[in-house]
């Protein structure tokens, strides 16, 4: 055989491979070996490298199906209602309501506590008795829900409204001096013009509360002299603040922004702040035009017959 014919034999492992030129003479491959054995070096690292990430995945698995295998309070078998349960005595899964348990927006009272209605109409009067507790009940809730807007005097220039809300009523001018007791209650209940209901936030009991410390609001703005007990010292406000080291202006009338514009005319001030008129009575038609208009439909049917 040719020198050119021969083959060499397949290199064992770990030997250089040799390869055999047309002229003769064998002579080792070293460049094509070191592209293998890189080759082959960064094949056995990738294996290497997703062997770990194999590895690492599983553990990971394996340690969050042990944290859901924990049977504590927060992951509690559920009970399919009106199946049998072994847990109570009764053998019943579904336990029975607390006693007076009522749903919300179910309460069908009708009653003057839970309406402020009597016939339909607002009353002048409490459904219970007024105590200094019920006054300071009272109090404690005003002040966490109505001096926004109407300000712990209760003069409707509250904080809100100095941020441009619109101006809030004001509890100590005639137009709310002339509303009953219940109609506080109503207007918390189902609010009233800008105002929204309180009824979600306010219970029944403390809406009165409310409104009994509303009474006791108009009456420290709206006191005489005659109303006060004998011996009793009584100062004028602008002297207290000025004991107070506060101007003798700090007792006037409140500022008000610009952007507190009333609906209806004000007329002075009270408690500081623009008081409103009562509202004048809806008036019936004039008779004359009654007739009127009578006379017209008649004139109108006549013609119509003729």
Wanted: hydrophobic share 35%; aromatic share 8%; net charge positive.
């Amino acid at each position: 055989m040719a020198s050119s014919d021969r083959v060499s034999p397949a290199p064992e492992a770990g030997l250089i491979r040799r390869v055999t030129r047309p002229f003769g003479g064998d002579e080792p491959a070293t460049g094509r070996a070191c592209s293998v054995q890189r080759r082959a070096f960064r094949e056995t690292a990738r294996s290497s490298a997703l062997l770990r990430g194999l590895e690492m995945a599983g553990a990971l698995g394996l340690l969050l199906l042990a944290a859901g295998c924990r049977q504590d309070m927060q992951n509690q078998p559920r009970m399919f209602p009106q199946r049998g349960s072994k847990l109570f005595a009764d053998g019943r899964s579904v336990r029975p309501q607390v006693e007076h348990t009522v749903a919300r927006g179910q309460l069908y009272e009708t009653d003057y506590f839970y309406t402020g209605l009597m016939n339909g109409k607002e009353a002048d009067m409490m459904p219970f008795p007024v105590t200094m507790q019920v006054l300071a009940r009272g109090q404690e809730r005003f002040n966490v829900y109505c001096t926004p807007c109407h300000s712990r005097v209760g003069n409707g220039a509250g904080m809100i409204v100095e941020r441009g809300y619109k101006p809030a009523g004001n509890l100590h001018d005639p137009r709310r001096l002339a509303q009953p007791l219940s109609h506080y209650f109503y207007v918390m209940t189902n609010g009233y013009g800008a105002m929204p209901d309180y009824k979600a936030q306010v219970a029944p009991v403390d809406r009165w509360a409310i409104a009994a410390y509303i009474r006791a609001l108009q009456l420290s703005q709206n006191a005489s002299l005659s109303m006060v007990p004998p011996g009793t010292q009584v100062q004028d406000l602008k002297n207290i603040a000025v004991q107070e080291g506060l101007p003798a202006s700090f007792a006037g009338p409140w500022p008000m922004p610009a952007t507190a514009v009333y609906g209806s005319p004000t007329v002075g001030y009270v408690a500081g702040a623009p008081a409103q008129l009562p509202r004048p009575p809806a008036q019936a038609p004039a008779a004359a035009n009654t007739r009127s208009e009578t006379g017209k439909r008649t004139a109108r049917a006549q013609g119509a017959q003729r």
